[in-house]
């Protein structure tokens, strides 16, 4: 999992429109890159929300989000269109951008061990920079932090 003063490992993924995109044309900007595990799932979709209502608050303070998921994009599409999502989702069905990021990790849930995306993100200054890493988000409360953090950071 890349760290705290690491260049964030760029990569190229398509969006819920099917356009690809990369963590490159994204550069004189912070970002938020954030991972998720599934499209449609209670904490999910919180998490999604929460950066949908404090949207205005992102944009105020010129910070990209990008939620990253291993959901096709049919699904992010679905997923934003239903809950009017004003930012970015890339599918990643390989895996290799969650990979990459090192969140695709041993999980445990009823007792049962499984693999699976770990809900963590990554706050980008503008030069590409990771400026914090989030572990075991919170979705109800995800949101603010990274505002409060992104403040910080100017």
């Known amino acids: 999992m890349p760290k705290v003063g690491d260049s ?3 990569f190229k993924l398509p969006d819920q429109n099917g356009k690809v995109r990369t963590l490159k044309e994204f550069k004189g900007q912070s970002v938020l890159v954030y991972f998720y ?8 979709t919180t998490e999604a929300c ?13 910070l990209v989000v990008l939620g ?21 989702l890339l599918a990643d069905p390989d895996k290799k951008v969650i990979n990459l990021y090192g969140v ?22 503008k030069k590409g920079k990771i400026a914090k890493v989030y572990n075991k988000v919170k979705p109800p409360i995800h949101a603010a932090q990274v505002l409060k953090d992104s403040e910080e950071l100017k």
Request: hydrophobic share 30%.
């Open 8 to 10: 964030a490992p760029d």
């Open 37 to 44: 595990p599934k499209d449609f799932t209670s904490g999910c």
């Open 50 to 62: 929460t950066i949908r209502d404090s949207f205005p608050n992102f944009k105020t303070q010129d």
């Open 68 to 88: 990253i998921s291993a959901d096709t994009v049919e699904s992010h599409k679905k997923f934003a269109d239903k809950y009017k999502l004003p930012f970015t």
């Open 104 to 125: 695709w990790q041993k999980k445990k849930f009823l007792g049962k061990e499984y693999m699976g995306i770990a809900r963590s993100s990554f706050l980008l200054d």
